[in-house]
């Protein structure tokens, strides 16, 4: 990429179009010694894997409303901990520490559901500290306020889906995404933002 070219573009131009943890985390993907070949495909893949990584999260924080009575999450706490600090005395290698903590969110989406409350909070407490260490897990859902006027919204669209009335009820489902609210729908309609 060089100016002369016209193949570059610019951080503040990068932040128009991507969060600014999708580029953090495309850059901790990439080892610090290796050559960096940027392209679009690679910036959108970081978005997936952070939309990977948050809904993860929010399977953790789901689950831990309801726990099971399970301890399948044990070996894997202990395996990334494990692998994650191998990974990073290997001469900081971002790569191999951030493939520990894509197989450890395996887990948790197979584990989670029957997870006991003590190994979710374990899990939870390692899944926040390496999200930590790349500084990745920054955007909360925020309480108060807006959640009360996603959950009246939700609760319109519901009475919307109760009368058959499925236009009005597509289309809240539809304003919602464009705002960066997705709604999963099941024995109660739930949602979660995008961060992308």
């Known amino acids: 990429m060089s100016k002369s070219l016209g193949n570059f573009i610019t951080v503040k131009d990068l932040l128009k179009k991507y969060n600014p943890m999708v580029l953090r985390l495309y850059l901790a993907s990439i080892y610090y010694r290796s050559r960096m070949d ?6 959108e893949s970081a978005k997936s894997s952070l939309e990977r990584i948050y809904n ?11 726990p099971g009575r399970g301890n399948d999450l044990e070996n894997a706490v202990k ?18 520490a951030l493939a ?13 559901e029957s997870a006991s ?18 500084g990745i897990l920054t955007e909360e859902k ?4 807006e959640e009360k006027l996603i959950q009246f919204i939700i609760d319109l669209r ?3 889906r109760k009368k058959k009335d499925f236009e009005t009820s597509d289309k809240i489902r539809a304003k919602l995404r464009e ?3 997705i709604l999963e729908d099941g024995e109660k309609t739930t949602w979660k933002k995008s961060l992308c």
């Open 100 to 112: 520990a903590y894509f197989d450890f969110i395996k887990e948790i989406n197979k584990s989670a």
């Open 179 to 181: 705002i960066g609210i």
């Open 158 to 160: 519901e009475e919307a």
């Open 38 to 43: 940027f392209s679009e495909e690679t910036l």
């Open 79 to 96: 395996k990334v901990k494990k692998s994650f600090e191998v990974a990073m005395d290997d001469d900081f290698n971002t790569p191999k």
């Open 142 to 145: 925020k309480e108060g306020l």
């Open 117 to 134: 409350e003590a190994q979710l909070l374990k899990a939870k407490k390692l899944f926040e500290d390496i999200g930590n260490v790349f």
């Open 56 to 66: 993860a999260k929010w399977k953790l924080d789901e689950s831990l409303k309801n």
